[in-house]
């Protein structure tokens, strides 16, 4: 009988690890990206989705043999930009905007954003470079 409670409790710990971690692995650290670079890139915007737990833009950029190519640019959570300053009704599919931000260690074309920069001059996020704006 014994054996058989172990047994028991054994399999209802392991049913409940992905509901305690779960948390924990849906989100990432800073570590996913580069701090000591800051990237710039321009282009035109293809996707807006500002919301938690972060916002994403994908922005097609010319390059110099005029193809193109999509880059995939996270922001921090919508209610911290909306607290900072950020007007997410200002950025629109078909923008030009030029993106300031860290290049992702390991994936080509991802940014973390700290700076946009709008056509009409508008600038969100902190072109200072102490990122004190985003976090």
């Given amino acids: 009988m014994r054996n ?19 948390p924990a692995l849906a989100h990432h650290s800073a570590v996913t ?12 915007v293809k996707v807006v989705l500002f919301r938690n ?7 097609l950029v010319a390059k110099a ?14 209610n911290i930009l909306v607290r900072r300053g950020w007007k997410f009704d ?12 860290h290049p992702n260690k390991t994936l080509p074309l991802e940014l973390y954003a700290r700076e946009l920069h709008l056509e009409d001059g508008q600038v969100f996020g902190d072109p200072t470079g102490k990122d004190a704006a985003l976090d």
């Fill in 53 to 59: 737990p972060h916002g994403h833009l994908e922005v």
């Fill in 90 to 101: 200002q950025v629109h599919v078909g923008d030009k905007l030029t993106v300031i931000g």
């Fill in 33 to 44: 990206w580069d701090l000591t670079q800051r990237v710039s890139i321009t282009g035109t």
């Fill in 65 to 78: 043999d005029n193809s193109t190519e999509t880059w995939n640019v996270e922001t921090s959570a919508m």
């Fill in 4 to 22: 058989l409670f172990r047994k028991a409790m054994v399999i209802a710990a392991a049913a409940l690890l992905p509901v305690l971690f779960n």
